[in-house]
């Protein structure tokens, strides 16, 4: 055994430094104390997180609201195992966190021992990469790799496994050399000639759009889409992860697209003959049944992961790389353009077909409608269900970074501890997690965590005693037979979320509503605000057939 | 449609778990799969042979492409390479067929490496469908036990991993 004046865990918690680490949303335990211990001697933040699942929501909340890595910390075996939904949340979703755990003793790995389990094994299918750390002398490489893989290229997790042993092994640090990632290039740069095929496509299209996925905010490139659609007059549509991608009230937005997209933008994808789709991998809540898919269009497609083109579309003309740079300079070969005909068809189509929601009553629109009336530039978080589709569609944001969800996994739970994890991030900002009831539940013991950690996010729960969604695909698809999809009415939110320390309000009648949002904007503790709804309010539109274009609205 | 695909890698632990991971995980079938170092210290080199289509096969070599420990992977044609597989196989000799036996072994170009009293122990070398028909032949002898290395594969001339096409 080496030794030296240094020990893993030291070594580990430098390098987190040396990353300009600010916070880490964690849990301890046996196989991760000497990390804990150096922890309490280093100025980095520990937050601590009342189920692991929570500390993996809030780094990927942290993350998507910040663009910054985020960093969560597990004990090994159940504690490691608890992270899995959130890295394979922050996967889908491609949000970079790192997380790190604890593993039992090099010398009693493979033998069952307590708490052991392979979580390198369990996460290669959700994580970017991940490490086993054999050696405490490696830590500072590992690191510094895990932190350029996550945040490069497409982001997403890593998972960095410390054996306990190796964090107690003391070494003396020396300049090891480590070698290089000789098969992880990105490719940054848009290939030139494809760009300039692009603008003659788009340049020669008389119905062309912009689908806008996560991959526009991730690249920091909302503003280069926006001059870029300004120029050439380009109506964009969105995907649920797209929403912050493009200002949502500016005139060329027409909305969401996909099973539960907007008439106007399920329209537009179906008529337009040139596609410029844009940090989206098309996925199946977008595009609806293949087959019908853009059958007019040629699409032009952009990502940075060359494994996303043609993967579920097939893709006109690719272009792998970086969003931000293949948009300005396809801006810049753009013609300004007008048209006035593609455009007033598409907003005749928009007249026709409104929001249809209730904005009276104790409803979710309405809720959301005067909310926006009581909060500037909120960074909206959203849960998974039916209030989810909801937000997407009644509350529209205009800033970057400001509508986080979960999309790709569809984590019930996601909210509450992704809220807490972007007020971290953005501490000057209101935070609202817009929750189900059904969602709540499940993470609703990081309420405790907000707390005790001072953390004032406002959690709205969409109470309709019911798992809304489940409900309406019965309803829709099986003949209305609600199994298991109720809650009973023994779970009074207001009083569990004072149980914990928070501002508990409950609102029942519509004259209620603002003046609760009130209090609980104003309180600047944690707050949560149940709304009894009228009624579980189903949400519309919803694809029911073949293509995008067999709806109930 | 069979496909062989040649992957360039790292060397590191975990590596072939990831990487035969991946096929499962897409639903993707491996035929065979043989993997060994190269000339490359530090760097191990997979064959592995799959049925798919063009598309799927081309989903799967870019994801494998996306691992942080693939250096490249590529599709190689059958045309333009060399490729190989190696095969043992344990007889029992009866007596009466033993001179048929020789000419066969001599047909297919096996070698006889080990014959412990009645029980030899054979080796052949071909493509793919040499191998086959090999055992073809075989079968109709007192087959013990056999074994295949799955396929290895060469493009012929200077090949595109050499050409430094990566990505
Ligand atoms: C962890 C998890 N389990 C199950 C589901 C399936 N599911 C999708 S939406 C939904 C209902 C959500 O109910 P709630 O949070 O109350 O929101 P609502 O639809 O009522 O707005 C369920 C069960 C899921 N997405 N995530």
């Known amino acids: 055994m080496r030794k030296g004046n240094v020990t893993g865990a030291k070594a580990l918690l430098k390098a987190l430094e040396a990353q300009g680490i600010e916070v880490i949303f964690g849990y301890p335990g046996g196989a991760n104390l000497p990390i804990y211990d150096e922890l309490s001697r280093s100025p980095i933040r520990h937050v601590l997180v009342r189920h692991e699942q929570g500390a993996a929501h809030m780094a990927d909340g942290y993350a998507r609201s910040t663009g910054k890595t985020g960093v969560c910390l597990a004990t090994s075996g159940p504690g490691a195992t608890n992270l899995v939904t959130g890295l394979a949340n922050a996967f889908m979703d491609s949000s970079p966190l790192v997380a790190i755990t604890g593993q039992v003793s090099r010398a009693m790995i493979g033998n069952d021992a307590f708490q052991e389990v392979d979580i390198t094994g369990i996460t290669i299918p959700i994580t970017k990469h991940n490490y086993l750390v054999q050696e405490p002398w490696e830590l500072p490489h590992v690191v510094e790799e895990a932190f350029y893989l996550a945040g490069s290229g497409r982001p997403g997790p890593v998972l960095i496994d410390v054996p306990r042993d190796v964090q107690q092994e003391e070494f003396s640090p020396h300049q090891a050399k480590f070698p290089q990632l000789e098969g992880y290039n990105p490719t940054l740069e848009g290939h030139p000639g494809q760009i300039k095929r692009a603008a003659a496509l788009l340049k020669g299209a008389q119905q062309p759009l912009i689908v806008a996925g996560g991959g526009v905010y991730q690249a920091g490139a909302v503003q280069a889409l926006r001059l870029l659609a300004e120029k050439a007059d380009i109506p964009v549509i969105h995907t649920l992860m797209g929403k912050a991608s493009f200002p949502n009230s500016h005139p060329l937005c027409l909305g969401l697209l996909g099973y539960h997209g907007r008439v106007a933008a399920n329209t537009a994808v179906s008529e337009a003959d040139v596609i410029l789709a844009v940090g989206t991998r098309l996925a199946d809540r977008s595009t609806g049944p293949l087959g019908t898919f853009a059958r007019q269009a040629r699409i032009i497609h952009v990502d940075i992961d060359p494994a996303e083109i043609s993967k579920n579309v097939p893709a006109f003309l690719p272009i792998v790389g970086d969003a931000k740079g293949i948009l300005i300079q396809l801006a810049g070969l753009l013609p300004p353009a007008k048209r006035a005909g593609w455009r007033a068809r598409l907003e005749e189509v928009a007249a026709a077909h409104p929001l249809r929601g209730k904005l009276k009553g104790v409803s979710i629109p309405n809720i959301l409608r005067l909310l926006r009336g009581l909060v500037d530039d909120p960074l909206m978080v959203t849960d998974v269900g039916r209030h989810q589709i909801f937000t997407a569609h009644y509350f529209p944001v205009d800033s970057e970074r400001s509508f986080i969800s979960s999309g790709g996994l569809g984590t019930m739970g996601f909210g509450l501890p992704a809220a807490i994890g972007a007020k971290v991030g953005n501490p000057g900002r209101t935070v609202v997690a817009v929750c189900g009831d059904g969602s709540f539940l499940m993470t609703c013991q990081e309420v405790a965590t907000a707390v005790a950690e001072n953390i004032p996010v406002v959690a709205l729960v969409m109470n309709d005693y019911c798992l809304g969604m489940v409900k309406q695909l019965q309803d829709s698809f099986y003949g209305k037979r609600h199994e298991s999809c109720r809650f009973g009415r023994n779970v009074d939110y207001a009083r569990l979320a004072e149980s914990m320390g928070a501002l508990g309000v409950r609102v029942t009648a519509e004259g209620e509503i603002e003046p609760a949002l009130r209090e609980a904007l104003a309180s600047g503790r944690p707050a949560v605000v149940e709304f009894v709804l009228d009624e579980p309010a189903n949400v519309y539109p919803m694809v029911t057939g073949a293509s995008l274009l067999e709806y109930v609205e | ?167």
């Open chain 2, 1 to 167: 449609m069979r496909h062989t695909i040649s992957i360039l890698c790292d060397d590191t632990p975990g590596v072939m778990t990831r990487v035969s991971g991946l096929f499962s995980r897409r639903g993707f079938n491996i035929e065979s799969l043989s993997v060994g170092h190269t000339e490359l210290s530090g760097k191990s080199r997979f064959t592995i042979v799959v049925a798919g289509d063009d598309a799927v096969l081309e989903q799967v070599r870019k994801q494998l492409q996306k691992m942080v420990h693939v250096i490249k992977a590529w599709d190689i044609k059958p045309l333009e390479a060399v490729e190989r597989e190696h095969a043992l196989i344990k007889l029992e000799v009866e007596e009466r067929k033993r001179a048929e036996l020789l000419e066969v072994i001599t047909a297919v170009q096996a070698r006889i490496v080990d014959s412990s009293g009645p029980v030899w122990i054979l080796e052949v070398t071909g493509e793919t469908s040499a191998v086959d028909s090999a055992f073809n032949l075989f079968a109709h002898y007192r087959v013990l036990e056999s074994i295949r290395t799955g396929k290895i594969a060469l493009e012929r001339g200077h090949s595109r991993m050499m050409k430094g096409q990566r990505g």
